[in-house]
């Protein structure tokens, strides 16, 4: 029952189970929906599957969102937002799954879709930041819309949020199981934050958008028999930056600005990276390329398994940094910190660090360009070769007679015999 108006904690676990079921249960009719309307997944240069799959088990993960909240969460014009636009973006990323959208009608759906949430209730009212204090984004009106009326800088910040938010799950989906994967991980921390921050309907929300991507991943685990597409990564990245800003920013605690942050990590680092990469050889940003943290896990020789394994073990670490902040009673919030708490705390963020450390360093491309370079070589002759090596995962060799990097036959996939010695 909803006690004034909220949700009891204990239905955060109801919608959770509900949402899975629900999604476990419809990926298959998902599947041959996919099938019938040429929803398919064809394996290409960029792919790391080798059959084609359908794409459309994003509806499945709606259908058991819809459910759950409507069992779930009460049901006033904030929740009726959140629902409608989470069933706007998905539409947008079924006709994408069917017929590819350019970047402009993209945008324009996901900005569609975060527009209904704010307008709605979705949006930044109050937030506090370190050595600043309270702030107050809703109280500074910047313009005046038809339909809409005064727009503030918190509805603006909130637009942006889920918007970046979608798009940065949307990277991370290009192996099987990873950003459902993720996603779990991320909406049943912040499950577990909001709860304890007394924002029930945000704890129900990310439960029941938990539930919904672990019911996928039964199925998006490899060797998956069904992707989520876009349909469902930028659903989940909507909710989630939906359940971010319910649930932790509209708080005075100043840590809680950081919860998100942490928790999601792992994809925001992914998408600046290639973003950086995009912008550094000037190419378009929404552009499709090779240079994912799990398309250089391959290029190294990693499995989709033991991709996982790496990428959900680093976003385990983020989230339960994020559950150390929150529940580790290292200060009394008045400059006095417990010795004990505090030690333990630090381990927390030296493993977190070391983590983090040890994965860039495995796959940032510095080190690729320190593996190739010869005095020889110019800095921008390395460049091309690396840049060609992550976009083709074909890794090449110099040979020191011309300076010129040597591709490995497309045959044999053997490197050309160089001599070690040519003097």
Not at 108 to 124: E, M
Request: with cysteine.
């Amino acid at each position: 029952m909803l006690v004034d108006g909220r949700p009891e904690p204990i239905f955060a676990l109801y919608a959770f189970l509900v949402a899975a079921v629900i999604a476990w249960t419809l990926v298959p009719l998902a599947e041959t929906i996919a099938r019938k309307i040429g929803a398919i997944d064809v394996p290409n240069e960029r792919s790391l599957h080798t059959t084609p799959t359908p794409k459309l088990g994003g509806l499945a993960i709606l259908v058991g969102i819809l459910v759950s909240a409507i069992l779930f969460m009460p049901m006033g014009d904030e929740t009726r937002g959140i629902l409608i636009g989470a069933a706007t973006i998905a539409a947008v990323g079924v006709v994408d799954d069917v017929v590819t959208l350019g970047a402009l009608p993209k945008i324009l759906g996901q900005l569609l879709a975060a527009s209904i949430a704010v307008f709605n209730g979705v949006r930044l009212t109050a937030f506090t930041l370190p050595f600043v204090g309270g702030v107050d984004p809703s109280s500074v009106d910047l313009v005046t819309l038809p339909l809409v009326g005064q727009v503030d800088l918190g509805e603006l910040l909130a637009i942006i949020g889920i918007v970046a938010a979608i798009n940065v799950i949307n990277f991370i989906d290009g192996v099987d199981g990873l950003a459902a994967g993720v996603c779990v991980i991320s909406a049943a921390t912040l499950s577990i934050i909001a709860v304890s921050l007394d924002r029930e309907t945000a704890g129900v929300l990310a439960a029941l958008t938990a539930g919904g991507a672990l019911g996928f991943l039964r199925h998006g685990f490899p060797p998956a028999s069904s992707f989520m597409g876009d349909t469902g990564s930028n659903l989940l990245g909507y909710m989630l930056a939906v359940i971010a800003i319910q649930g932790s920013l509209k708080t005075n605690a100043v840590v809680a600005l950081f919860f998100p942050l942490i928790i999601l990590a792992v994809p925001i680092l992914d998408t600046g990276f290639v973003v950086a990469k995009r912008m550094k050889y000037r190419q378009p940003i929404y552009r499709a390329d090779r240079w994912h943290f799990h398309h250089r896990m391959a290029n190294i020789g990693f499995s989709q398994r033991r991709t996982l394994a790496y990428l959900y073990g680093w976003t385990g670490l983020m989230a339960m940094l994020a559950l150390a902040l929150r529940f580790v009673p290292y200060s009394d919030d008045r400059g006095n910190f417990d010795p004990f708490w505090t030690a333990v705390m630090l381990l927390c963020f030296l493993a977190v660090i070391a983590a983090s450390f040890y994965l860039v360093v495995t796959l940032e491309i510095l080190k690729l360009r320190r593996s190739r370079a010869t005095p020889s070589l110019a800095p921008e002759v390395v460049d091309q070769g690396v840049k060609r090596e992550l976009e083709t995962g074909s890794f090449e060799i110099v040979n020191p007679e011309t300076g010129e990097y040597q591709a490995p036959d497309p045959e044999t996939g053997e490197f050309p015999a160089v001599d070690p010695d040519p003097g």
